[in-house]
């Protein structure tokens, strides 16, 4: 082993170099115990209790390092609004949206004005009708099941089904940049007093079994679209319990969150709060990494 990095010329030098900590690495990975590179050090000069600290504090912080760097899965790409300078209003195809709040971690902006209270009544027409108890998608099958965790009633539309949903899907697209294409139909949920959706994630549990057969159509869900198509009397927020904030649900307006990988630590935990008084309409839209067809 050379010891050449590890020289040191009086006490005072004994501090650790960016060129030291990068030898203290070397010495690591290829296979040196950390007895061995002491012994190198304390050959080269150093004082073995400042060898020591200094051993622990660079190989601590390297294998802390290297720990987050295997355990998260890579970033990837998500819809953004382009927010720059900080506008109060950003135009959207068709529409100008107000921004009434953006938090950088986890990425969530709520969006005022997103549809008129025209769209909203309409949507909640042609939704009304094909209404069914809402199931969640088992990702240990891939299929879909009816869960407690989510009491409410939905159904999904086909992406561009009408002209409405046309329009508020080029909409969409344009206020978070990210094209038609890789987005899911809508799906509008209506929740009745006491029903709720409890936290989840919307991104696909890469380690539960049936994640790979739906991730073969678009790739990950990358960010969500949550519309408000009424006015809660009481209650129904949309909640993010990683950082205790709540969206109140008014008619027109959106939420709109981003996870870059399928992971917590992307702190996108979210629910959809007792409904207390009144009922509640929402439309969801799901974004994914590629072309969803
Ligand atoms: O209705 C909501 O507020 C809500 C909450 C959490 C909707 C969703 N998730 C969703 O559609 O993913
Ligand atoms: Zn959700």
Known sequence: MSTQTASTDSASAQTASPELRQWIVEQAEAGHSPDTVLKAMTDAGWQEPVAISTLEEVLTRHLARR???????????????DLAGSPSRVWAHDREVQVLLSLREPRVVVFGGFMT???????????????????????????????????????????????????????IAALVNWPVENGEGVQVLNYRPGAEYKAHYDYFDPAQPGSATILKRGGQRVGTLVMYLNTVERGGGTTFPDVQLEVAPVKGNAVFFSYDRAHPSTRTLHGGAPVLAGEKWVATKWMRERRFD
Not at 73 to 80: G, L
Not at 157 to 169: A, D, N, T, Y
């Open 117 to 171: 209270h025209e769209e909203c009544d309409q949507l909640v027409a042609q939704a009304r009708p094909r209404l069914a108890r809402s199931e969640t998608v088992d990702t240990a099958t891939g299929g879909s099941e009816v869960n407690e965790a989510r009491t409410s009633h939905g159904m999904f539309f086909q992406r561009g089904e009408s002209e409405l949903l046309k329009r508020i899907e080029a909409r």
């Open 67 to 81: 720990r987050e760097r295997d355990v998260l899965p890579p970033p990837t790409p998500v819809p953004e609004p």
